[in-house]
């Protein structure tokens, strides 16, 4: 998808990194540096899943450390429509805070593309991904705090019509795919879900446009997203030490350890005593000999 988008002169920021496979389950991926979104609210508690500001904060509090916050906010907004369009049409599904990223230099990038074509999770019978495509209201932020909503919706569709226009080329590629033996790609009725989401059937790209950008309302408006994220982050939390046990713990060590030094020099007094006891004893042996 970048590729193509490349040769249709629309550079959108993406980050495809590099997986060498080396057997059937086996294999390497390439390092990114960046944080992880879960690791960016857990700073604030709870309170960081629910501000709209996190990652603007973000962007505005390494900007001046890597690249001008212009810059940053211009690939932020590029990459995330990038992704919003290629997770859309490609159907990857398990999108919390834990399998999103950002860069220094404000690239946005999803990892972890283990749920595909729609084959999207469930816990309890509840459907998780009720959205084409991520987008919260804290990433949507960013592009309305730099007035860029129009750029951002442009971007867009543009992409997305950019792959409707080489839809074959993208079915063709999933359909050769099918014979690699991937769980959620292994079907005809897989490789449909990417052509379904492509839309092929409206008459011109106006119809396909208008239609994206109300997914990105969709997918803007959605509620359960957030709670989703409130309970993926209570999950995964790393609990607090508490201070007053640890200090607790401390004192009683350092008890102990002055414990074990006193009986250590009672330990030495009774072997001296005990030395001086057997001195006087051969004194007094030896005097009565004499």
């Known amino acids: 998808m970048d590729k193509l988008w490349l040769e249709n002169n629309l550079d959108l920021k993406l980050l495809p990194y590099k997986v060498c496979p080396t057997e059937l389950k086996a294999g390497f991926i390439e390092c990114l540096v960046g944080i992880e979104l879960d690791k960016l609210q857990a700073q604030d508690g709870v ?3 629910l501000d709209r500001e996190l990652i603007v904060k973000y962007l505005r509090k390494t900007g001046k450390q890597s690249s001008p916050l212009e810059t940053k906010f211009d690939n932020f907004i590029k990459s995330l429509a990038g992704y919003c369009v290629a997770t859309c049409v490609i159907g990857i599904g398990d999108r919390h805070p834990g399998n999103i990223m950002i860069k220094e ?3 946005f990038f999803h990892i972890d593309f283990g749920h595909i074509l729609g084959n ?3 816990k309890f019978f509840i459907k998780r991904e009720r959205t084409p495509f991520l987008l919260t209201p804290m990433m949507a932020n960013v592009y309305s705090t730099d007035g860029k909503e129009e750029f951002f919706k442009t971007a867009c569709v543009k992409a997305y019509n950019i792959l409707r226009h080489n ?4 079915i063709n590629m999933f359909i050769i795919m099918s014979t690699a033996g991937m769980p959620e790609l292994c079907s005809m009725d897989d490789v449909r879900y990417a052509k379904r989401m492509l839309k092929l059937d409206m008459p011109n790209d106006e119809d396909a446009g208008n239609y994206f950008v109300g997914l990105i309302k969709q997918s803007k408006n959605d ?3 957030l709670i989703d994220n409130i309970f993926h982050y209570y999950k995964h939390r790393k609990p607090k030490k508490k201070k007053g046990k640890d200090k607790d713990k401390k004192e009683d060590k350092e008890d102990k350890d002055k ?3 006193k009986d250590k020099e009672k330990d030495k ?3 001296k005593e005990h030395e001086n006891g057997k001195e006087n004893d051969k004194k007094n042996d030896n005097a009565i000999n004499n």
């Open 105 to 107: 230099n404000g690239i």
């Open 167 to 170: 839809a074959q080329r993208l």
């Open 269 to 271: 007094e009774k072997e």
């Open 259 to 261: 414990d074990k030094d």
């Open 223 to 225: 509620r359960f997203r």
């Open 120 to 122: 999207f999770k469930s």
């Open 47 to 49: 309170a960081g899943v």
